[in-house]
């Protein structure tokens, strides 16, 4: 799709790459890395299609435009809304982390819903004492036939919440999962 781009306001034509390179100021990362081509072929009918290489990530412009300048502004929009949303699933990764450790209680029927949702097969737990001086309880769970250990807890729902709690973070990617950890295991 090629955009015809008439006489644009200087002030706007600026913008985007402005801030973004104004977030990579900010943020004490390099600066963004420009590559324009013109995929046109012939010099009166230019096809401009960007690509900006910015905080370890490639952006490439999805439509091709008819001027440079228009074809930079939008892969700076691009990678704007790229980077605003890594920090917004960051945040809420962050988030969901902070309150699946502060309400654990929640963490099993979370679990057994997701396992209903998906189509999986439920959760099953088994809890034992463990063998320190306190009357502590650990639970370990089978899922996706996956074993998980959760932290110990003073008594069996306290356990099998914290066990469930795990198999959270890990699908959230907050910790790694026992499969990966089974995955290296086996590669060293």
């Not at 490439?60 to 691009?78: P, Y």
């Amino acid at each position: 799709m090629v955009h015809k781009v008439g006489p644009l306001d200087p002030s706007k034509l600026a913008m985007y790459k402005n801030r973004l390179q104004e977030y990579t100021k900010k943020s004490s990362i390099p600066l963004p890395v420009y590559e324009t081509i013109n995929e046109g072929g012939v010099p009166h009918e230019p096809r401009f299609r960007s690509t900006v290489r910015v905080d370890g990530a490639s952006y490439t412009s999805h439509d091709a435009f008819s001027q440079r300048k228009a074809a930079e502004q939008d892969i700076g929009r691009v990678a704007l809304d790229g980077i605003t949303q890594k920090i917004l699933i960051r945040e809420e990764t962050v988030f969901c982390k902070s309150i699946l450790h502060e309400f654990p209680v929640f963490c099993k029927s979370i679990l057994s819903e997701y396992a209903v949702k998906m189509h999986m097969e439920k959760p099953t737990y088994n809890t034992t004492q463990s063998v320190v001086l306190l009357p502590l309880r650990i639970s370990a769970l089978v899922f996706n036939s996956v074993t998980y250990t959760g932290e110990a807890g003073k008594n069996k729902e306290e356990a099998e919440q914290l066990a469930a709690r795990k198999v959270i973070l890990s699908i959230l990617g907050i910790i790694p999962s026992a499969l990966t950890y089974k995955i290296i295991a086996q590669n060293t």
